[in-house]
């Protein structure tokens, strides 16, 4: 079992930044296929970004935050991050790391998908003001 443990949430203003880390367990921790996704009030959970062990570690990120967010990892300290730049209202939601050990590939239309991650962070809340 893997389990996340979430850090680096909290209020920013519109424009500024922020870095999430999610550290996670296990001795394999560089076969992981990491993610981040995110929800906010009454919406359903959305993909933000995911790191993939193969096809070289290619990274994903939603139309919505590239060129803002960057997923990265630091495999020596089993943790993810997501650093958050040029921050806005719209990003205000719950941020959750999640984590997939099968070593399943997916296809690149269905790496955003929530099924194909077993374990999650229990999330860490981001509000951006305006």
């Known amino acids: 079992q893997v389990q996340l443990v979430e850090s680096g949430g909290g209020l920013v203003q519109a424009g500024g930044s922020l870095r999430l880390s999610c550290v996670a367990s296990?001795?394999?921790?560089?076969?992981?296929?990491m993610g981040w996704f995110r929800q906010a009030p009454g919406k359903e959970r959305e993909f933000v970004a995911a790191?993939?062990?193969?096809?070289?570690?290619?990274?994903y990120h939603a139309d919505s935050v590239k060129g803002r967010f960057t997923i990265s990892r630091d495999n020596a300290k089993n943790t993810v991050y997501l650093q958050m730049n040029s921050l806005r209202p719209g990003d205000t939601a719950v941020y959750y790391c999640?984590?997939?050990?099968?070593?399943?590939?997916?296809?690149?239309?269905?790496?955003?998908?929530?099924?194909?991650?077993?374990?999650w962070g229990r999330g860490t809340q981001v509000t951006v003001s305006s």
């Open positions: 790191t993939v062990t193969w096809s070289g570690g290619r990274t």
């Open positions: 999640t984590a997939d050990n099968s070593g399943i590939q997916y296809p690149s239309s269905s790496v955003g998908e929530p099924a194909h991650y077993k374990y």
């Open positions: 296990g001795r394999t921790f560089s076969s992981y296929a």
